[in-house]
């Protein structure tokens, strides 16, 4: 997926540039999204917070400064932050993968959501019906997304032998 970052890193550099065809940029990133990403969406989040560009449809005004991920990508030490969060526009329920756009000073970020539902449903046929499971694990061992959903955050103790096998493995 780093030739999508790329790609990405670029559109959002042309969005910034004077005189901006935001409109073909906005149809390339969708093209980009449907090759990628087809359930989910790609955007592009300026320095100062606001939506730059989305592959789902144009940009409305939207502030995401306070957002999290985006505080957190200010720290050129926390390049890529992967939480699950529910989207302001519409509800949606997703897993959220960010990355800090290259270069200094904060340039913004570069931004993909998935629906949960897609990862529960692949999920949901990859877990054995008896007694077995599947999940995708952060790090930290905070569960993204279970076989079967729950809306209450889960994490994994740093005790626990799935997350010393992480810390270990090469």
Avoid: W
Wanted: proline share 9%; hydrophobic share 45%.
């Amino acid at each position: 997926q780093e030739a999508l970052l790329d790609a990405l890193a670029i559109i959002a550099d042309l969005a910034e540039a004077p005189g901006a065809d935001l409109p073909a940029l906005r149809r390339r990133l969708a093209e980009l999204n449907a090759g990628n990403l087809p359930r989910g969406n790609i955007g592009i989040i300026g320095a100062d917070g606001s939506l730059l560009l989305s592959s789902r449809a144009t940009p409305i005004p939207v502030d995401l400064a306070d957002r999290p991920y985006v505080q957190r990508l200010r720290d050129p030490a926390a390049p890529l932050q992967i939480e699950r969060l529910t989207l302001r526009a519409d509800g949606d329920d997703v897993v959220l993968i960010a990355r800090r756009r290259p270069g200094e000073p904060f340039r913004g970020v570069l931004a993909a959501t998935i629906p949960v539902e897609a990862f529960t449903g692949m999920f949901g046929r990859l877990a054995p019906p008896d007694r077995g499971a599947a999940s995708l694990v952060r790090e930290d061992g905070y569960i993204l997304v279970r076989h079967m959903d729950t809306a209450e955050p889960v994490v994994i103790g740093p005790q626990a032998p799935f997350r010393i096998a992480i810390a270990t493995a090469e």
